[in-house]
């Protein structure tokens, strides 16, 4: 083996160190380029929705749907909020028919609406909705204003009242923003399902693109009777519900 | 009538200094009680998810919707030619600036994250009504302001008709815009009608007479000049016919709301059995807030009066922070139509509660402070106010 002098030594470190960058920059570029392939890009040829059916949905259903978000987004820790501060992303509702006394259970959270106020009414741009109809708020861009908690028929988003500490890495939230269901997007893009519908084992919930003819939502959407809650308001939402 | 000279106030009285003093330790009071706020987070207010607009909002929107309606006084004297308001233009545009000021203070300071009030400048969401308000606020002053200077500056008085003109036209955009805010928000009961616009500006009317009425009384006072009633008595009698007018859009608002069935279950909160809320549109609202003052300004026991003119116009400001409380508060209080038809058990419902607490309150304050502050000081750096209102200068048909 050849001697190592100081020459040689200075060119192969420098070699190798060039190829670790050269090494990294290709994973970094990996990463980005490999998310395309990974789930399609979003545009608007999906609608993500989902379907609740209160007939088959228990309350524990909806008890471990609640933790289930809980868990996947880090909220319901908060310390100094109380009562109406707390978070709630997803939370139990139940229901009794005025006339016929029949009480149903349901989970509401946001209805990822088409038309959603809360998109409308935000000054920033940071209330937004994607294409494939996800509601989402930018964290970024969002000033506190609440005017979209204001806008929103189904009391479906919260303030951060306190400073947060121990953040999932996917799920950042900041005290003094708005925020709300996410239908688990970062989950949805790699072709999971949210964790709150996976975390029923019976088809009361069902997950899927509203379009698409083959799907199973789009396909019990078509046979059974569903609502929209507050379908006066025409703001045609994403989550449906049958049963109520 | 003589030609009407304008002249700064001295400003070197201990009154003076101790105005000042008393304002700017509310001024801090405030500056303390949002850094407890925002240091802390919102917890520790009385704000919630339910009620996500406090006492701050109360008092932001009170001081903007007076702001637009102080410039009133000016806009009937360039726009409408009553000569005789023409001498309080300049007054009126600035305390209109200065409560704007103190409104929009209140306003940014209690947002969830002031110190992004750069992104509510840069990214515009034009369906937003709120982002159409930061454009009307900000034009605002710009109008204003440029109507000041036409006004100050003897060679561009001949433009101050056309800019005038402009100026109150906006002024109306900006409190229709302001009345909006609510007017639009379908998912809330007390809310959704496009009544809300043209009652917001007819509350404007008074709210921002009343506080020009009480500094125009006051700066004549403290500064020993004369003030006559010739201008006292018609600014007096305006303000009556503004207060009585209000009352009439809250009448039709809640007579229009209780035709609705779908509306009775809000309208009895408000009007019959909404505890706090109801006692505060009944007894401070209304009675305390507008007849009162009604029976004060047009009795002839007290007509004239410059003391009962000061407290009618002290209680039309409270009456209207009161108004606001109810439409605001009480408005978020009353749940969401959620499922019509059915009862809800549990998850969500019932009237939601909030105690405002001393720091929200403190921030109010300091705006009305910042407002005072502004036109204390500026009166005393330019020339506003006419050296004299009497009678014989300000009133071109006085006999005298």
């Keep these: 083996m050849k001697e190592l002098n100081r020459r040689d030594f200075i060119k192969t470190t420098t070699a190798t160190s060039a190829g670790v960058v050269t090494i990294a920059s290709g994973i970094t570029l990996t990463t980005y380029a490999a998310r395309p392939k990974e789930s399609d890009p979003v545009t608007n040829e999906k609608r993500w929705g989902m379907l609740i059916d209160t007939n088959k949905l228990t309350e524990s259903n909806i008890d471990d749907m609640v933790n289930a978000c809980q868990e996947e987004h880090g909220w319901g820790n908060e310390t100094h909020s109380t009562g109406d501060q707390k978070a709630g992303w997803i939370k139990k509702v139940k229901v009794k028919d005025k006339a016929t006394e029949r009480i149903s259970n349901l989970a509401l959270m946001c209805q990822h609406c088409e038309e959603p106020p809360c998109v409308d009414v935000c000054p920033t741009n940071a209330s937004m909705k994607r294409e494939d109809g996800i509601v989402l708020v930018d964290r970024h861009l969002c000033i506190g204003c609440r005017y979209c908690m204001m806008a929103c028929p189904y009391d479906a988003r919260s303030f951060v009242h306190e400073t947060l500490t121990d953040q999932k890495t996917h799920m950042p939230r900041g005290k003094g923003t708005v925020e709300a269901c996410t239908m688990c997007v970062h989950k949805v893009d790699k072709g999971e399902a949210p964790a709150c519908v996976a975390s029923v084992n019976s088809d009361a919930v069902v997950f899927g693109d509203l379009y698409d003819p083959t799907s199973k939502i789009n396909q019990t959407l078509k046979k059974v009777q569903s609502t929209q809650i507050r379908a006066d308001l025409n703001l045609n939402t994403g989550v449906r519900y049958s049963g109520i | 009538m003589s030609i009407i000279r304008y002249e700064q106030t001295q400003g070197k009285s201990l009154g003076f200094y101790a105005f000042i003093a008393g304002l700017g330790a509310f001024i801090l009071a405030a500056l303390a009680g949002v850094y407890y706020m925002e240091h802390n987070g919102h917890h520790v207010t009385g704000m919630s998810n339910r009620i996500v607009w406090g006492l701050p909002h109360v008092f932001a929107l009170f001081l903007i919707v007076a702001a637009s309606g102080a410039l009133n006084v000016a806009s009937i004297a360039s726009v409408f030619q009553k000569k ?156 009556g016919v503004f207060v009585a007018a209000v009352l009439y859009f809250v009448a039709v608002y809640h007579v229009g709301n209780l035709y609705l069935a779908e509306n009775s279950g809000v309208e009895n909160f408000f009007l019959v059995d909404g505890g706090i809320y109801t006692q505060l549109f009944w007894y401070g609202q209304i ?4 007849l009162v003052p009604l029976a004060l300004l047009y009795s002839p026991a007290t007509r004239g009066n410059r003391t009962m003119l000061g407290l009618a116009s002290v209680l039309i400001i409270i009456g209207g922070l009161v108004q606001l409380y109810v439409i605001i508060i009480g408005g978020q209080a009353y749940p969401m139509e959620l499922f019509p038809g059915k009862e809800i058990l549990e998850g969500y419902g019932g009237i939601a509660a909030y105690t405002p607490t001393l720091a929200e309150l403190m921030l109010g304050l300091g705006g009305i402070a910042v407002s005072l502050i502004a036109v204390t000081y500026l009166i005393k750096f330019l020339p506003f106010l006419p050296e004299s209102l009497a009678d014989d200068v300000a009133d071109p048909h006085h006999k005298g």
């Design chain 2, 84 to 239: 005789i308001y023409k001498p309080l233009s300049r007054l009126s545009g600035l305390v209109a600036l200065a409560l704007l000021a103190g409104g929009l203070m209140v306003l940014v300071l209690d947002l969830g994250r002031p110190d992004r009030l750069i992104v509510a400048m840069t990214e515009y969401n034009f369906n937003s009504i709120f982002a159409w308000n930061i454009i009307l606020y900000n034009g605002f002053f710009a109008i204003v302001g440029v109507y000041l200077w036409m006004m100050f500056e003897r060679r561009m008085n001949k433009y101050s008709r056309t800019v005038g003109i402009a100026a109150f036209t906006w002024r109306l955009i900006l409190t229709t815009g302001t009345g909006s805010i609510f007017g639009f928000l379908v998912a809330r009961q007390a809310y959704d009608a496009v009544m809300m616009a043209p009652m917001f500006v007819i509350m404007s009317f008074a709210f921002g007479l009343a506080f020009f009425i009480l500094i125009l009384m006051a700066s004549y006072k403290w500064t020993e000049r004369q003030l006559g009633d010739a201008i006292v008595n018609r600014l007096s009698n305006l303000l």
């Design chain 2, 287 to 290: 009675i305390l807030g507008s």
